[in-house]
């Protein structure tokens, strides 16, 4: 245990350099001007745990039992978990580092154990279904497939719940006793889970089996849509840049991810240039097809009209589709090919606006549902 804690702080500088470098590397590219901070401070532990190494600090035995060492010596006690986790231990899964975490809440210890699941090599002449993810915050998620089936998943009562969070977050601050310290640390926590949960929900209806998922690349996404804030914001736009910082869709991504390869499934990312801007039936982009940056897409070439993050997640599977296409012909998968150079961008811009939606025929439709719900 006591070569653990090393191990342990190491690995948490090691990630946090992983960090700086990569900002950094933003920073040089433009992608950002902002400079990463998680180095100014001494990382801290909010847990008093330390990781716990398989077969030697911990190991499973018969009859749902592990042994765990701990400064008293070694214990065996019983266990319980989910039946699918549980058959992945029972067959013999490989298993790797684990952590103890308890809950004061109902006074229960947790083991988490990382587990290695292999999953199947994906073909891709064998993908039958293509989808496009676009995320944004009136509607977390909005899927569609190249069948015109689409589903929108809203955010309109996880942003209230947050919402409830942060005004009870300013009451406990103008407070600021010991009670109410601890109430916001419990405060923070559920917040926390509140977007895990919710990203848990919408990652396992997205992440279908045999399946192109299609996602925009979000790098930078914050400092190339920065608005206005401070004393010069209104009320309500501070209360969206609020809701926009909050939010993990990179989380959200990761989910989609690794679920999706679970699945049997596979995760792309796209270039996420004009995906709401550009005509899908024309291939016309313009800042004018958002009349005043609202949800309605209107082009002004050819007057297409439709729900702005429907527009956005159909560019993004019709450029999964691309990528697909790429990688049947060349037998590499590259989403995002090397645009430090403006004719290399310009050409894969050209590219996408040669795509065309064409399973639709009135400029008024909006996709058959995925889900009634």
């Given at each position: 245990?006591?070569?653990?804690?090393?191990?342990?702080?190491?690995?948490?500088?090691?990630?946090?350099?992983?960090?700086?470098?990569?900002?950094?590397?933003?920073?040089?590219?433009?992608?950002?001007?902002?400079?990463?901070?998680?180095?100014?401070?001494?990382?801290?532990?909010?847990?008093?745990?330390?990781?716990?190494?398989?077969?030697?600090?911990?190991?499973?035995?018969?009859?749902?039992?592990?042994?765990?060492?701990?400064?008293?010596?070694?214990i065996v006690v019983s266990y319980d978990g989910y039946n699918k986790h549980l058959d992945l231990i029972a067959n013999g899964a490989r298993m790797g580092a684990a952590k103890i975490v308890y809950q004061r809440s109902s006074k229960i210890y947790y083991l988490m154990v990382s587990l290695e699941v292999e999953t199947p090599e994906i073909?891709?002449?064998?993908?039958?279904?293509?989808?496009?993810?676009?995320?944004?915050?009136?509607?977390?998620?909005?899927?569609?497939?190249?069948?015109?089936?689409?589903?929108?998943?809203?955010?309109?009562?996880?942003?209230?719940?947050?919402?409830?969070?942060?005004?009870?977050?300013?009451?406990?601050?103008?407070?600021?006793?010991?009670?109410?310290?601890?109430?916001?640390?419990?405060?923070?926590?559920?917040?926390?889970?509140?977007?895990?949960?919710?990203?848990?929900?919408?990652?396992?209806?997205?992440?279908?089996?045999?399946?192109?998922?299609?996602?925009?690349?979000?790098?930078?996404?914050?400092?190339?849509?920065?608005?206005?804030?401070?004393?010069?914001?209104?009320?309500?736009?501070?209360?969206?840049?609020?809701?926009?910082?909050?939010?993990?869709?990179?989380?959200?991504?990761?989910?989609?991810?690794?679920?999706?390869?679970?699945?049997?499934?596979?995760?792309?990312?796209?270039?996420?240039?004009?995906?709401?801007?550009?005509?899908?039936?024309?291939?016309?982009?313009?800042?004018?097809?958002?009349?005043?940056?609202?949800?309605?897409?209107?082009?002004?070439?050819?007057?297409?009209?439709?729900?702005?993050?429907?527009?956005?997640?159909?560019?993004?599977?019709?450029?999964?589709?691309?990528?697909?296409?790429?990688?049947?012909?060349?037998?590499?998968?590259?989403?995002?090919?090397?645009?430090?150079n403006g004719e290399t961008k310009a050409q894969i811009l050209q590219r996408f606006s040669e795509l065309r939606w064409t399973s639709d025929a009135s400029p008024h439709y909006s996709g058959t549902p995925l889900d009634a719900g």
């Amino acid at each position: 245990m006591a070569c653990n804690v090393p191990r342990q702080v190491s690995g948490t500088y090691k990630t946090l350099w992983t960090k700086l470098k990569q900002s950094n590397d933003a920073i040089a590219s433009c992608y950002t001007k902002r400079r990463y901070k998680g180095l100014d401070k001494a990382p801290k532990y909010i847990s008093g745990t330390c990781t716990l190494n398989y077969q030697r600090d911990y190991s499973f035995k018969t009859e749902r039992r592990v042994s765990i060492i701990t400064l008293q010596g070694r214990i065996v006690v019983s266990y319980d978990g989910y039946n699918k986790h549980l058959d992945l231990i029972a067959n013999g899964a490989r298993m790797g580092a684990a952590k103890i975490v308890y809950q004061r809440s109902s006074k229960i210890y947790y083991l988490m154990v990382s587990l290695e699941v292999e999953t199947p090599e994906i073909d891709p002449l064998k993908i039958t279904r293509m989808d496009g993810v676009d995320v944004g915050m009136r509607y977390l998620a909005v899927e569609t497939d190249l069948q015109n089936k689409s589903k929108f998943y809203s955010g309109k009562n996880a942003r209230h719940k947050a919402n409830r969070y942060h005004k009870a977050r300013m009451t406990l601050q103008r407070k600021d006793t010991r009670s109410a310290k601890r109430r916001l640390i419990a405060l923070s926590g559920r917040e926390r889970r509140l977007i895990a949960d919710v990203n848990h929900q919408i990652s396992n209806d997205i992440a279908k089996p045999n399946t192109l998922i299609g996602l925009e690349s979000l790098t930078g996404i914050r400092d190339r849509t920065r608005t206005k804030s401070g004393n010069k914001a209104s009320k309500k736009r501070r209360r969206a840049n609020r809701n926009k910082a909050k939010w993990s869709y990179s989380e959200l991504h990761g989910y989609i991810d690794y679920k999706a390869n679970l699945n049997g499934s596979l995760a792309t990312k796209v270039p996420a240039h004009y995906t709401s801007k550009s005509c899908p039936k024309r291939g016309h982009s313009s800042d004018t097809n958002r009349p005043n940056k609202g949800l309605l897409f209107r082009c002004e070439c050819c007057s297409h009209e439709l729900h702005a993050d429907l527009v956005g997640a159909r560019n993004i599977a019709m450029r999964a589709l691309l990528v697909r296409q790429d990688w049947t012909s060349t037998g590499s998968l590259s989403a995002s090919p090397n645009v430090s150079n403006g004719e290399t961008k310009a050409q894969i811009l050209q590219r996408f606006s040669e795509l065309r939606w064409t399973s639709d025929a009135s400029p008024h439709y909006s996709g058959t549902p995925l889900d009634a719900g």
